[in-house]
């Protein structure tokens, strides 16, 4: 199956810095979906970019489909932007396939 | 929208008992989908449902397991027989399939412990 691996595992960041959050996959996809889960373990929809950019306020995402990656970065990070941000790629039928998420501390 | 829904969000219980859990998917989407996430990892696919068919089962869902959705809108998971293996967040998603464009949302799911 398709394997999705995400980096840095961890990453501590003082309020007001910038960051990118790195997706791999294994395999063409259909879907691709990134999510931030609060602590309450809400995932809350951050952007569907099987291909292409898009831009959300502070946060935006990459996605190059043909060398099977995708970048999310967040600008001028807030304490409520801490989590479990996950990236997950939808197969044939699109049921989607998590990473093991990076877990964002941000520091006031 | 008022959103995906669970029912309940927390569940304790006793290893053996039976347990059911609730979604509520967005209306008018025609897929609703199972996930179960455990500590430290992320979700994992259990099953999906296009209208009332269930499509699809992973190897994660044994014989213990059973989902329904019985008219094409709401759906249940029953675990019988709970194990302590079984304590998990299970996550139900739901997406309204629109050529292959197709976007999941996200419950806020139902946390079981079984002791």
């Known amino acids: 199956g398709i394997q999705v691996e995400q980096s840095p595992p961890d990453l501590i960041l003082q309020e007001g810095a910038n960051s990118t959050l790195r997706c791999n996959f294994s395999?063409?996809?259909?879907?691709l979906q990134w999510f931030h889960q609060n602590p309450w373990g809400q995932l809350i929809n951050l952007f569907y970019?099987?291909?292409g950019t898009k831009q959300n306020g502070r946060l935006s995402a990459t996605t190059v489909a043909t060398e099977r990656y995708s970048l999310l970065y967040i600008s001028s990070s807030q304490t409520t932007d801490s989590g479990v941000y996950f990236c997950?790629?939808?197969?044939?039928?699109?049921?989607?396939?998590f990473g093991t998420g990076t877990l964002l501390a941000v520091q006031p | 929208d008022t959103g995906v829904s669970q029912d309940p969000r927390h569940k304790i219980t006793k290893r053996g008992q039976n347990v059911t859990f609730r979604c509520d998917p967005i209306?008018?989407?025609?897929?609703l989908y199972w996930y179960r996430q455990t500590l430290g990892q992320g979700p994992e696919f259990l099953t999906y449902?296009?209208?009332?068919?269930?499509?699809?089962k992973s190897r994660l869902l044994s014989d213990r397991f059973s989902a329904e959705r019985p008219k094409g809108s709401f759906s249940t998971l029953e675990i019988q027989r709970t194990e302590q293996g079984d304590s998990a967040m299970y996550l139900c998603?739901?997406?309204?399939?629109?050529?292959?464009?197709?976007?999941?949302?996200f419950g806020p799911g139902t946390r079981l412990l079984v002791l």
């Open positions: 998603a739901s997406s309204f399939r629109n050529g292959t464009k197709e976007t999941q949302y």
């Open positions: 395999d063409s996809v259909n879907n």
């Open positions: 449902f296009q209208n009332e068919a269930q499509l699809e």
């Open positions: 970019i099987p291909s």
């Open positions: 997950a790629v939808g197969d044939a039928t699109n049921k989607l396939i």
């Open positions: 209306s008018e989407h025609n897929r």
